[in-house]
């Protein structure tokens, strides 16, 4: 058995032994966390200030243009001016060819002279066919007057006609009774129909007479005559038929029985009732129809505009007319109207003229102005009426003093300057600025006269700044998960082998931002905290990590 010295001593010794192997896996567990600990700096929030400052690049442009235009289809002979020169009122930008310049005068001459003529044709048909139709209404009523005096002469005679088959009835009744005066009877209804035939064979003769005596020439325009003529003659066949019938029936009568005589009058009587009836209706139904053709006569002819279109046309053909006329004695040379810079040409040497602007100038009497894009981003730092910086990018110098006078809304990538965006100085890093589809606007800052001329490229700079904010941190310990802000706060943590720091995950919200700072609002952390800045690996929340000065060297004794 050992003694209790040497039980001691290897006590002594194993313990010794444990402690050095405790000594060397410590420094191989730090040695381990060294290389797989991210190592981070650290800073507290800070008071500050958020200084937001726009840069944008744009052209200086003309504040008025206009357009110098000529009649078209005229052939340029020669072009004086080129795109980007300056010129002087009354200097010439372009000929024209006298040549078909006179083409061009002579050619619309004739067309307003056709015009003119068409207009004077248009007219004499008009007036012709006014006279058709007012010819044309009245013969529709002559035609009524015609055959409403025919009709009404018709029915006259058939009513005479029923009135003496009438009275033939009445008089074989009373004979019947009183067996006398039935030869008297007879004698005074011949008489009266004889008198009656008479009476219209020597009107229809007076008539005849009075048409035969007439020429060719005065027999067209006596149609009133014609038709009294004809109906005359009608009235004469029908007196001298109820003449006949009358004596045919007397004779028939003679050899008759007083039964027969009184079915042959009835019979007579009700073809004489039949004929006034069927009188009655024709006439009601020639004058229902001439009626109807005078309607039809009083309905007016289309309308006919043409006089007026033409007219019209000859107005714009003349104001050519005299536009040409004007070139023809400026000889055909077109000058500047106004002192400007000529932007775009739109005809060439030996070319025809356009219905488009063929110079459009820059008025430099109107003055001139900057135009910039801005993006959405940018544009909500910028009001109008805030003082800006121009710096032309050929280094000419600086204007100062002037202010934004508009900032009007535009599609991007349809913009007035050429270079593109402007620099967005106050975008964040963890947001894009500005891009391809989306909405932009340009920012417009009037210059004073003379200053800078059309076609300068400028660069404008504005610069604004915030209330002071308490919680202000770099802007790259600032981290966006899914449109969420956070941070990583710095969490020290004393354990048996030392201090451990540990990252610690804490959701914020950014008041205002820059490229440099982000403004904190207050719920999220304190200004005890410090915040983790940079790292030189990914570091998540919860995650173990290694503090380092600002120089790189490791923090001990934390």
Known sequence: MKSLPEKRRSIMAATSLFLCMMLVCTFVSRAAASVTVPKVTKSKPLTKVIEHRVQLDGNVVQNRECAVIVEPDLTVESVYVSEGQQVEVGDVLFALDLQKLDEAILK?????????????DASSQQSITD??????????????????????????????ALARAQEQLDAFYNDAE????????EDTVREALQADLDQKKAQAEALQAQWDSLSADEKAEQQDLENELESAKADADAAEQAFNQYEQQQTSQKNVSDSEKETVLIE???????AYQDALN??????????????????????????????????????????????KDQGGKVSAQVKGVVIKLNLQTGGLTTQTAAVTMADLSSGTKFVAP???????YLSVGDTVELTTASGGGKITGVTISSISTDSAGSTASSSGAGTAGSSGSLENAGGAGQETQNVTVLLPQGELTVGTHAKLTFSRQSERYPLCVPMQALHMDQKQYYVFVLQKEDTVLG?????????????????????????????????????DREVEGGAAVRLTDSKGGAETGK
């Open 374 to 380: 801005v993006s959405q981003e940018d544009a909500k």
């Open 131 to 160: 006279q058709k139709q007012a010819a044309a209404l009245a013969r529709a009523q002559e035609d009524y007057d015609t055959a409403t005096a025919a009709g009404n002469q018709t029915v006259d005679d058939a009513a005479q």
């Open 282 to 327: 024709a006439r009601d139904a020639n004058q229902t129809t001439a009626n109807r053709a005078a309607q039809d006569a009083k309905i007016g002819t289309p309308t006919d505009s043409t006089v007026q279109t033409n007219e019209m046309d000859m107005k714009l053909k003349q104001l050519s007319l005299d536009r040409l006329q004007a070139l």
């Open 108 to 120: 619309t001459s004739q067309e307003i002279e056709k015009l003119r003529l068409a207009n004077e």
């Open 178 to 185: 009183n067996g006398s005066g039935e030869t008297e009877r």
């Open 268 to 274: 007579e009587y009700e073809t004489r009732e039949k």
């Open 499 to 535: 201090t451990v720091y540990r990252a610690r995950r804490v959701d914020v919200t950014v008041a205002e931002k820059n490229t440099e700072l982000a403004a904190l609002e207050e719920g999220g952390v304190v200004e005890a905290d410090e915040i983790i800045v940079s790292a």
